[in-house]
C-alpha cells in the first residue's frame, strides 16, 4: 500500500534523551516523514500535543518529571491522538498490556529502525484512512474504496470478503501474514477448520489478481505459515 | 543448638518418667490384687491362726477370757463339739447357729458354711473347734478340685500385664514420635527449601518456635539478597537498553546508506549483528534472573500453541531471515487444536532462542523446523536444524554442567550458556520436560513436553 499519505502525519516524540530524540528523527526523516516535534519531558510533551496537534505520539515510559503512562492520561484529557509507548523495561510491556491504558503499541528498547518504522506505519494505518486507497500489484492495481481490480483494462469486482483478505494483507504488504490473523478478519472465530474455505478464497483472489494464476507473483502462499502480498516493485 | 537439646531431653525424660510410673502402676495392680489374699489367709485374724490361737486357749471344757475377748472384737464366733456332736461350750454364738448337730451336718459345713457363715474347723482329740467368720468374708471353695481355666488364669494375667504394658509403650513411642516429627518436619523442610536460595516463611508454635524465628531470618536476608540481585541486573539492563538503541539505529542507518562505501557498510552491518547479541543476551539475563529469583509473575492464558509457533515463524521470516536458512513449521492436525495453560512471551521466548542458537551454531545456513505433535497425551513441541550438530562429549555438558549463574567454578569453560538455561527456567515454569538430541553432523533437536492439554 502506498504509504506517502502516511509519511505526510505529524508525530511528536517524547524522550529525556536528546541524542535518542535525534535518532529516531533522522531514521524517520530517512524514511520521509516531514513533520517531527520532539519533547524531552513531560511539561514539554503536553504543551507540544495541545500546540502542535500531532498525529501520533510516541512517548518514553521513563521520563525526568514524570511517567510516560501519566503524560499519556493527561494528553487524553483534551485529545485522542494514537499513542506508541517506548520502554526500557520488560515490566513495562506487561503493564501497558495489563492495565489496559489504550495505547496503541509499544516497542521495547533497544529496537530495530525496521521494527520501528513497521509499528509506526501499523498503528497510523489503523487509525487513519487512506485518501487514495490504492495498492499497484504487479500486473493489477486494487482499489480498495470501490472494491475493484483493475487488471489489463478490465474493472473485477471483490467479494466482501475477498476485499476483507486483501486489506488484511494490504496492511502488512511485503510481510507475511498468518492463517489465524486472517481467518480472525474473516470471520472472527477460532480458525481451525477454515483451511478449505480459505483456499477457496486465494483460488479465486488469484484469478482476480494474477496476471497467472498457476504461478502466482503477487499474493504468495507460505507454507503451513499464512499468505504474504507483494507490492509492484 | 540449646533449644533443640532442651527438647530432645523433654521427651526422653517423659518416656522415662512413663516407664518408671508403667513399673509402680504394675506394682501396685499386684499388690492391690494380692494383698489382700496374702493378709486374710495369713494375717494375724486369718482362719489358720485364729483356729491354733484358740486350740491353745481352749480346751473341750472351756476357753479363756483372753480367747474370748479376741474372737468378740474380730466380729466372729466359736463353739466346741463334742463327740456326741452337742456344744460343749460357744462364745458370741449367733442365734440362727443350732447347738446340736448330726455327721451328716458337720461333714457338710466343715467343708463350708454354716448358716451362710463360713466356717472354719480344728479336730482335737476330744471333739471339734469351730470358728464362725462373718457372711460374705470368705468364699470357702467346698470342693476340692479347681476347673483348668481359672488356674490358668494367673499366668494369663502375667502375660495381659505385660501385653497391656508393651502396648502402652509402643503407643507412646509413636504419640512422641509422631509430635517430634510434627514439630520438626516444617523446619527440616524449610531448610531444604532455603538450601535452594528460595525464601520460605516458618510459623511454629511451642518450644521450637525459636528455630522458627531464626530460619525466617535467614530466609528473609537470602530474600532481600536475590531481589537485590535481580533488581541490579534488571537495572543493568535497563540502563544498557537506551545505548544500545542507539548503537543498533546508527549503525543500520549507515548500512543502508546510499554514500557509505562498502567496507564501512559490512563494518556497521557487523556492529548491527552483535548489537542484537547484545540485546538479547540482555533481555536473557534479566528474564533468567527473574525466573531464578520468583520475580517474573507468569501471565499464564489458555492458548492453541499451534497459533503462538505460526505467529513466531512469521514474525521471524517478515524481520528478514537469511536465505540461507529456511524455516518450516509442521503442525500435525491433533495438535492444531491443542490448548495449553501458558505464558506466550516466555514460551515464544523459549522458542526463539532455541531457533537462534540454530542459527548461530551454523552460520553457513540450515533448515530449521519446528513442530507440533501430540504424543501420549502431551504436546509435543520440537525445534530441530539439520545443522553441524554437536559431539557426544558437549552433549553430555549441556545435560549436566550447570549453568554460570549456578555455579561458582570460575572456569568459563565448565559453564555453558544462557540461552539454554532460559529455555530450561521457562519450561520448568510451565511444568515441562525437555530433551536435548544431537549428534556430530546430523544436527541439533530439542523436545519439549507439555501435559495438560484441552481442547477449546
Not at chain 2, 129 to 140: A, C, Q, T, W
Not at chain 2, 287 to 305: G, T, W
Request: proline letters at 4%; glycine letters at 6%.
Amino acid at each position: 500500500m502506498d504509504n506517502t499519505f502516511l509519511q505526510n502525519k505529524k508525530l511528536l516524540l517524547v524522550d529525556d534523551e536528546p541524542e535518542l530524540l535525534e535518532m529516531v528523527t533522522a531514521i524517520l526523516s530517512d524514511e520521509g516523514f516531514g513533520n517531527i516535534v520532539t519533547a524531552v519531558s513531560v511539561k514539554e510533551g503536553i504543551s507540544a500535543a495541545q500546540n502542535e496537534k500531532p498525529d501520533l505520539a510516541i512517548l518514553d515510559v521513563m521520563l525526568p518529571d514524570g511517567d510516560g503512562f501519566s503524560l499519556m492520561q493527561q494528553i487524553r484529557t483534551f485529545s485522542d491522538v494514537p499513542v506508541i509507548f517506548l520502554t526500557a523495561k520488560d515490566e513495562s510491556v506487561d503493564r501497558l498490556s495489563g492495565l489496559g491504558l489504550g495505547a496503541d503499541d509499544y516497542i521495547a528498547k533497544p529496537f530495530l529502525p525496521q521494527e520501528l518504522l513497521f509499528r509506526i506505519y501499523a498503528v497510523l494505518r489503523r487509525c487513519y484512512k487512506d485518501d487514495t486507497p490504492f495498492i499497484n500489484l504487479d500486473g493489477c492495481t486494487i482499489d480498495f474504496a470501490r472494491a475493484e481490480v483493475h487488471k489489463a483494462g478490465k474493472t473485477i469486482p471483490l467479494t466482501a470478503k475477498e476485499h476483507i483478505f486483501l486489506e488484511t494483507l494490504a496492511r502488512s504488504e511485503g510481510r507475511i501474514v498468518t492463517v489465524d490473523t486472517l481467518c480472525q478478519a474473516l470471520w472472527g472465530d477460532n480458525p481451525f477448520g477454515y483451511e478449505n474455505s480459505l483456499n477457496a478464497h486465494v483460488r479465486r483472489i488469484r484469478e482476480k489478481i494474477e496476471t497467472d494464476p498457476s504461478k502466482p507473483v503477487s499474493l504468495i502462499t507460505v507454507k503451513g505459515l499464512g499468505y504474504k502480498l507483494n507490492a509492484r516493485k | 543448638m540449646k533449644v533443640f537439646s532442651r527438647y530432645i531431653s523433654k521427651h526422653l525424660l517423659s518416656f522415662i518418667g512413663l516407664i518408671l510410673a508403667l513399673v509402680i502402676l504394675n506394682i501396685a495392680a499386684f499388690a492391690f490384687t494380692f494383698y489382700n489374699a496374702v493378709s486374710k489367709n495369713f494375717g494375724s485374724i486369718s482362719p489358720q491362726n485364729m483356729l491354733k490361737q484358740v486350740a491353745a486357749a481352749s480346751s473341750s471344757n472351756g476357753i479363756t477370757n483372753e480367747a474370748e475377748r479376741m474372737i468378740i472384737t474380730n466380729s466372729l464366733w466359736a463353739m466346741y463339739l463334742n463327740m456326741e456332736g452337742s456344744c460343749n461350750w460357744t462364745v458370741n454364738l449367733p442365734e440362727e447357729i443350732p447347738t446340736e448337730y448330726s455327721i451328716q451336718d458337720i461333714a457338710i459345713f466343715s467343708k463350708g458354711y454354716l448358716k451362710d457363715y463360713p466356717v472354719f474347723v480344728w479336730s482335737d482329740v476330744n471333739g471339734l473347734l469351730v470358728i464362725g467368720y462373718p457372711k460374705n468374708s470368705y468364699m470357702k471353695i467346698t470342693s476340692n478340685y479347681y476347673p483348668i481355666d481359672t488356674v490358668r488364669k494367673i499366668p494369663l494375667f502375667f502375660l495381659g500385664i505385660t501385653v497391656i504394658d508393651l502396648l502402652v509403650l509402643f503407643l507412646a513411642y509413636s504419640l512422641s514420635k509422631a509430635q517430634i516429627s510434627k514439630n520438626t518436619e516444617p523446619i527440616i523442610s524449610s531448610i531444604a527449601t532455603l538450601s535452594e536460595g528460595k525464601s520460605i516463611n516458618l510459623s511454629i508454635n511451642g518450644e521450637l518456635s525459636e528455630i522458627a524465628v531464626s530460619i525466617n531470618k535467614a530466609s528473609n536476608i537470602i530474600s532481600r539478597q536475590n531481589t537485590a540481585r535481580a533488581n541490579w541486573i534488571s537495572g543493568v539492563s535497563h540502563d544498557i537498553r537506551t545505548p544500545l538503541s542507539m548503537i543498533m539505529g546508527y549503525a543500520d542507518r549507515i548500512v543502508k546508506d546510499k554514500d557509505a562505501d562498502n567496507r564501512i557498510k559490512e563494518q556497521a552491518a557487523i556492529i548491527s549483528r552483535q548489537s542484537i547479541k547484545i540485546k538479547d543476551l540482555v533481555q536473557d539475563l534479566n528474564l533468567v534472573s527473574k525466573l531464578e529469583y520468583e520475580m517474573q509473575p507468569l501471565q499464564k492464558e489458555n492458548i492453541r500453541l499451534s497459533k503462538l509457533l505460526r505467529s513466531f515463524a512469521i514474525d521471524l521470516l517478515n524481520s528478514g531471515l537469511p536465505d540461507f536458512y529456511s524455516l518450516e513449521v509442521n503442525i500435525s492436525p491433533d495438535s492444531e487444536n491443542s490448548m495449553i495453560e501458558c505464558d506466550t512471551k516466555l514460551i515464544t521466548r523459549a522458542v526463539n532462542n532455541l531457533v537462534q542458537n540454530s542459527i548461530h551454531s551454523n552460520p553457513k545456513g540450515c533448515t530449521i523446523i519446528l513442530s507440533l505433535q501430540v504424543t501420549e497425551s502431551k504436546l509435543l513441541l520440537t525445534v530441530q536444524d539439520n545443522g553441524i550438530g554437536i559431539s557426544v562429549e558437549k552433549l553430555e555438558e549441556l545435560k549436566n554442567k550447570p549453568h554460570y549463574m549456578e555455579s561458582t567454578d570460575d572456569r568459563l569453560d565448565l559453564r555453558h550458556g544462557l540461552g539454554l538455561l532460559l529455555v530450561r527456567q521457562i519450561i520448568e515454569a510451565h511444568h515441562g520436560t525437555i530433551e536435548i538430541e544431537s549428534r556430530p553432523h546430523e544436527g541439533y533437536k530439542t523436545n519439549i513436553y507439555f501435559s495438560g492439554i484441552s481442547k477449546p
